[in-house]
């Protein structure tokens, strides 16, 4: 929930501070799980929960944070279009 915030919120290099400090913060909380939790060896489970936050906290933060970027330099440009068509 606090990548897609920062991706909205903060520049590209705050972004990826706080992406990368989500991933090794789940990385460790899953390190310090025991891996008999529940039923049997949760082992290959764990990894590959950790995969997809993996790959879903890139995504989002770049996917997101691109389109956070973009909507000013669209608004922008949209301004000056209906000022160009003022003038005219």
Do not use: C, D
């Amino acid at each position: 929930m606090l990548i897609p915030i920062a991706a909205v919120t903060l520049t590209p290099l705050l972004l990826g501070s706080v992406a990368l400090l989500a991933i090794a913060s789940y990385s460790v909380l899953l390190w310090l799980l025991p891996m008999s939790v529940m039923h049997g060896n949760m082992q290959s489970h764990f990894i590959g929960v950790w995969i997809n936050f993996l790959f879903s906290s890139i995504v989002v933060a770049t996917v997101v944070g691109q389109m956070a970027r973009r909507i000013p330099q669209k608004e922008q440009a949209i301004a000056a279009f209906r000022e160009e068509q003022l003038k005219q």
